[in-house]
């Protein structure tokens, strides 16, 4: 009798598995014809070769159940991935460095010349309040007129932040890096700390130790950045415009940069990474100065050098002078024109336009 009934749940077993496999394969072919349209590739959204939108595979999910068992239900679920344009194969700093005129391309207020000095100024401030648009002249008060509407509230707030905590009393000199990664580097530590101008001497471009694409992180486009062919000129336009060189050096002579007083404007001077300062460099200097090492080695890389140097400089400055940033409101205004000018390419055609209008209202009252 038991084996009976053995025999019985057996073929009743049995018939259920295939009955169920039965369901699945029917509801598997309705689901298929139903659901098709999501495997068919998507259509492209553009010709152009450098975008490309293109169906990707997500991972399926699963759904339904019953007393009978669970039926598994995948379907999958159509999304598009992004082909982005790939970049420059060369580093937008190198290429920046390389090239005079794209340095002064991105500075578009007026600019004071260096026979003037600092005039009457107690530190040197570049700009002057007027920026070329067209065949006319417009200040700053009226280029942030011009743009404002074209510019969102959060990223005015931002340049309002970072103009805040700018300044001209110290700067940084780089003299003769080879490696565009450490470049990169300290530019992007100035502008994260408020050194608003940086000066770069004597780059070696045929020399590259590395790539070092998104280093900066777009940190050039803020700052102002100035080439020199020679220390002897760089050193000369500086000490004109009231700075004191400070360059970095392992010596006897040596000056701790804790001892020093960093609210006079002080031009820091960092070297190459393997020669360090030059000893054109050392002999037209005002002082050398150095980090304190405790450890085995003797120096810091010449990027990291650079940023503590600049961050103590903020640090004895906001001890001595109560803030960093120390622009009056006339030169906070002429800044915040002179980085809405900068937002993007389109900014310098709206001034325009704006110059034009400027113009021919005169002419319509008239």
Request: net charge neutral; aromatic share 8%.
């Amino acid at each position: 009798m038991s084996v009976c009934k053995t025999l019985i749940r057996s073929s009743i077993s049995l018939f259920e598995f295939q009955s169920r496999n039965s369901y699945r394969r029917s509801f598997s072919s309705h689901n298929s014809s139903n659901f098709s349209h999501f495997r068919r590739p998507l259509p492209l959204l553009s010709h152009n070769s450098a975008f490309r939108i293109e169906p990707c595979r997500a991972p399926s999910r699963r759904y339904g159940s019953s007393t009978q068992g669970t039926i598994s239900l995948e379907m999958e679920i159509p999304d598009v991935a992004v082909e982005i344009p790939e970049e420059k194969s060369k580093d937008t700093v190198e290429e920046l460095l390389c090239n005079r005129d794209d340095v002064l391309k991105l500075m578009k207020m007026e600019r004071r010349l260096d026979i003037e000095g600092r005039g009457n100024r107690e530190r040197w401030f570049p700009y002057l309040d007027k920026a070329k648009a067209g065949n006319d002249y417009l200040s700053s008060l009226e280029i942030l007129e011009a743009l404002n509407p074209y510019i969102m509230d959060s990223r005015k707030e931002r340049f309002r932040n970072a103009v805040k905590h700018r300044t001209y009393s110290v700067c940084l000199v780089v003299e003769g890096l080879s490696d565009f990664g450490n470049v990169s580097a300290t530019f992007r530590s100035a502008d994260a700390l408020g050194i608003q101008s940086v000066h770069v001497v004597a780059c070696d471009s045929s020399k590259r130790y590395r790539e070092n694409r998104h280093v900066s992180m777009g940190a050039e486009k803020w700052l102002d950045i100035e080439l020199w062919d020679s220390v002897h000129e760089c050193f000369k336009v500086l000490k004109s415009r009231g700075y004191r060189i400070a360059t970095t050096h392992l010596g006897t002579d040596t000056v701790s940069v804790y001892n020093m007083d960093w609210s006079c404007p002080t031009a820091i001077v960092v070297g190459n990474e393997l020669r360090g300062i030059s000893e054109v460099a050392l002999e037209s200097s005002d002082l050398h100065c150095s980090i304190p090492m405790k450890g085995m080695v003797d120096s810091f890389n010449v990027s990291v050098a650079a940023g503590l140097l600049m961050h103590h400089a903020v640090c004895d400055r906001t001890s001595r002078l109560g803030c960093h940033g120390d622009l009056t409101s006339e030169e906070s205004q002429i800044l915040l024109a002179e980085f809405s000018l900068r937002h993007n390419d389109n900014t310098i055609r709206i001034a325009h336009e704006y110059a034009k209008r400027k113009i021919a209202e005169p002419k319509s009252k008239l």
